[in-house]
Antibody
Framework: EMQLVESGGALVQPGGSLRLSCAASGFTFSRYDMHWVRQVTGKGLEWVAA???????FYPVSVKGRFTISRENAKNSLYLQMNSLRAGDTAVYYCARGITTGWGHTAFDIWGQGTMVTVSS | QSVLTQPPSVSAAPGQKVTISCSGS????????VSWYHHLPGTAPKLLIYDNDKRPSGIPDRFSGSKSGTSATLGITGLQTGDEADYYC???????????FGGGTQLTVL
């Protein structure tokens, strides 16, 4: 069974840092683009970061310079390093697999169950 | 403010058909492929449509997608109470070099 399992969510103070992990299984991890998507309670889905099979990375303006996505193919793992956290970063964070290659075709066919990040003093 | 525009809510009776629109621009929908997602808060989103009109394995043909110019549409026929959820469109934006989502549409099956 193809599966993604996130971990690392926690309560952190504003200005703090946190590292999320996502463990992949059931498919050849290295062959797929991977993403992080978040949802603030009561609001819509927001894409947070992407990393391609060649480790090229992309971010929205809202997190660029604060968040870093990385992958470790040998461990079938995806990471999101989050620094300078703000209250507005409080959300459920999902890791997701890109269904195919080519950024113009981006779609997410496998999602994790999500991990909660709360930024509060 | 989302880059892609969806109606906040739609509703229809069981058994009926509903469409959800997603409007963008030439930098996103106009030159890239659209996907659609079903989401119940607290659960993992589910891919319904990718590449504008393709259904992943396991998605019934009650769900359909189309694209014309800078707009896309999700259609759901034979509505069931279990279809009540939030629906999102998404695509790549070539100018932003980012994935963009619509604000989401809440479907109510009356």
């Amino acid at each position: 069974e193809m599966q993604l399992v996130e971990s690392g969510g926690a309560l952190v103070q504003p200005g703090g840092s946190l590292r999320l992990s996502c463990a992949a299984s059931g498919f050849t991890f290295s062959r797929y683009d991977m993403h992080w998507v978040r949802q603030v309670t009561g609001k819509g889905l927001e894409w947070v970061a992407a990393i391609g099979t060649l480790a090229d990375t992309f971010y929205p303006v809202s997190v660029k310079g604060r968040f870093t996505i990385s992958r470790e193919n040998a461990k079938n793992s995806l990471y999101l390093q989050m620094n300078s956290l703000r209250a507005g970063d409080t959300a459920v964070y999902y890791c997701a697999r890109g269904i195919t290659t080519g950024w113009g075709h981006t779609a997410f066919d496998i999602w994790g169950q999500g991990t909660m990040v709360t930024v509060s003093s | 403010q989302s880059v892609l525009t969806q109606p906040p809510s739609v509703s229809a009776a069981p058994g009926q058909k509903v469409t959800i629109s997603c409007s963008g621009s030439s930098s996103n929908i106009g030159n890239n492929y659209v996907s659609w997602y079903h989401h119940l808060p607290g659960t993992a989103p589910k891919l319904l449509i990718y590449d504008n009109d393709k259904r992943p394995s396991g998605i019934p043909d009650r769900f359909s997608g189309s694209k014309s110019g800078t707009s896309a549409t999700l259609g759901i026929t034979g509505l069931q109470t279990g279809d009540e959820a939030d629906y999102y469109c998404g695509t790549w934006d070539s100018s932003l070099r980012a994935v963009v989502f619509g604000g989401g549409t809440q479907l109510t099956v009356l």
